[in-house]
């Protein structure tokens, strides 16, 4: 089950919430004796899990738009591609999530000329995505 597991060592049975939200984790232990045995400890637990999801919803995966320190082209959302068995570089790829689906293009230099050329088409196309999600 989702952010709920059973726990069974020595002393401590139960079932535990678990989540982490924000660089935060948050837990919590139902146990068996509290609860009148396993089946009222889990039922206790989903409950708790439903409120804790709401007032801690995950953030969405498609906001994030910040540079990370291992991006090499300078782009949000595009990267490099080389073909994997010379590993010549030959265009960039552009990524995107939309409603929790990765979408993927690639951008050849043989199309675009230059690679500047296919970083910025990679760049409009990805930012017309996003745009389009909007509406």
Not at 5 to 13: L, M, S, V
Not at 73 to 79: L, R
Not at 106 to 127: C, L, P
Request: glycine content about 8%.
């Amino acid at each position: 089950m989702k952010n709920i597991r059973r726990i069974d060592t020595g002393k401590t049975h139960g079932w535990q919430f678990h989540a982490m939200r924000a660089g935060k984790w948050y837990t919590k232990l139902f146990s068996d004796n509290k609860y009148n045995g396993d089946i009222g400890a889990l039922r206790a637990a989903k409950r708790y899990r439903t409120k804790m999801l709401k007032l801690h919803p995950k953030p969405d995966s498609s906001q994030k738009d910040c540079l990370s320190k291992r991006n090499t082209t300078g782009t949000v959302g595009v990267s490099w591609y080389r073909r994997s068995y010379t590993g010549v570089l030959i265009g960039v790829q552009a990524q995107i999530t939309i409603k929790g689906k990765r979408v993927n293009r690639k951008f050849h230099t043989v199309d675009y000329g230059k690679i500047e050329d296919a970083i910025d088409a990679a760049s409009n196309w990805r930012a017309a995505q996003r745009a389009s999600e909007a509406a």
